[in-house]
């Protein structure tokens, strides 16, 4: 054999191995995670592609995760599916607005007053989507009056939740011994000592000199009307009846 047979490289040589390829997995690896030799411009684009799909990610698993919230909203908590519905909308009215301001003011006790239809039920149910912590609770103001004072699961229950919206006072049966007045104003300082959101909803209207329009004040005493515009927020949200006035975004629309 000679020398130039013996410099001769042997089939399946390093350099052969090279020109065919990667035949480990490890190999494989490599040549798969390469980085590839990008001008800055390109680089840019390529950042700014990764950004945009680690937003809409962020973005779909909240929206996924407000959408499981809403629905907690109606079978846990209580709410009406149709409040819960037009607060994931956002429409804007003027109680929404007034929910907003309340959340930046970060006040504990809010009274959303005002007609049939002003959308105070929905602004209520976007607060409990917005900040009413893991156990938002809604009970109607008859609901409540019915139970009584002296209702040790009641109180129990009341304990328990993390923001309780008390839908339309005003529209349940007084006993004349002041019962339900009392049982307010012991939801209103357990809530507000607790640093808890408590939300009120009502057709009726502070003390006015028109004989014709229900009084809050009137109906309650000056002590609780006192006492909420001490320690609350006190929102008219008009009179205008929504259901009967399309909103730029909510379909669906409850008082």
Not at 23 to 48: C, G, K, N, Y
Not at 57 to 81: C, H, M, N, W, Y
Not at 117 to 122: I, R
């Amino acid at each position: 054999m000679s020398r130039q047979d013996d410099a001769e490289e042997p089939p399946g040589s390093f350099d052969d191995h090279e020109r065919s390829g990667p035949t480990t997995a490890a190999e494989a690896l490599l040549v798969a995670f390469r980085v590839p030799d990008l001008s800055d411009e390109a680089w840019a684009v390529r950042d700014a592609e990764v950004a945009a799909s680690k937003l809409a990610d962020e973005t779909a698993a909240a929206d996924a995760a407000v959408r499981i919230r809403a629905q907690s909203l109606k079978t846990a908590s209580g709410f009406p599916a149709r409040s819960v519905d037009a607060a994931l909308e956002a429409g804007e009215t003027t109680a929404m607005a007034a929910a907003r301001r309340f959340l930046q003011a970060k006040r504990s006790v809010l009274v959303l007053a005002g007609g049939v239809g002003a959308g105070k039920t929905t602004a209520s149910a976007w607060l409990a989507l917005e900040a009413g912590g893991s156990i938002p609770a809604f009970i109607r103001a008859a609901e409540l009056e019915s139970r009584g004072r002296y209702d040790r699961e009641l109180r129990a229950w009341l304990r328990g939740k993390t923001m309780l919206v008390i839908d339309d006072i005003g529209a349940e049966s007084l006993d004349g011994k002041g019962n339900f007045q009392s049982l307010l104003d012991e939801i209103v300082d357990l809530f507000y000592g607790d640093r808890k959101l408590v939300v009120m909803t009502t057709n009726l209207r502070p003390k006015t000199t028109d004989p014709k329009v229900p009084q809050f004040n009137e109906r309650y005493g000056e002590r609780i009307a006192s006492r909420l515009f001490e320690v609350g927020t006190w929102a008219d949200c008009g009179t205008t009846d929504l259901r009967r006035k399309p909103l730029t975004k909510t379909t669906d629309k409850e008082d």
